[in-house]
């Protein structure tokens, strides 16, 4: 009764974040549209992370709200699929786990900014590094529906493409921070080298490695 109990609860979790974050796409669609656009092209074209900047106003900050929960929620699902975690106290534990890393991410950013005595650029650091993610969880959304509710046995071949699109994002991230910190702002390539392997590299060797073996 109680492994019946837990199964049940796990269900009502999965659901629920599957609910809230198709919820919360709907609202980004029918809402945000404009903005939303302009946040996805801005992963590819620096023009329109740039128009995405320089509106800066209520709306934008509801796309960033709503993406990074999208972020969160995305993240969890992907990652307890892959894990096959089937207890709350895991999803929960992964929740945290990916909020500890943002947070952990935003400090050091603000800190290595105020070390090199380049304040302004960690609020353009954090944008574009959050850009990438919530482009990640926007685009991600419908492969984690195929993942988990697709008829056909293609659960390995899904995997293997939302792998492809993180690296893709990285890449991308990384030739941006790269223009962004070395050509505009004069910081050291060896410094935004170990930026990228920790914050960047790392978190997805680790799932790579904890998938695989």
Sequence with gaps: ????????????????????????????????????????????????????????????????????????????????????????????????SILTYYAVKFVLIKFLSFSFKLKEISKLILFFTLMFDRVLAIVMFPLLICIYFFFIDAYDFLVCITYILMLILLFLKSICFINLGYKSFGISKFYIFLYLCVLEFFPIMILAKTVLF
């Design 1 to 96: 009764m109680a492994i019946l109990r837990d199964i049940k609860i796990y269900q009502d979790i999965f659901v629920l974040l599957f609910t809230t974050s198709f919820f919360l796409f709907a609202i980004l669609r029918s809402q945000y549209y404009k903005y939303a656009k302009l946040l996805v092209l801005g992963a590819v074209s620096q023009r329109y992370a740039n128009q995405f900047l320089r509106e800066d106003n209520f709306f934008t900050e509801r796309v960033n709200l709503i993406t990074f929960l999208l972020i969160i929620l995305n993240l969890t699902l992907f990652v307890s699929k892959i894990l096959e975690y089937n207890l709350v106290s895991k999803i929960f534990l992964t929740v945290l």
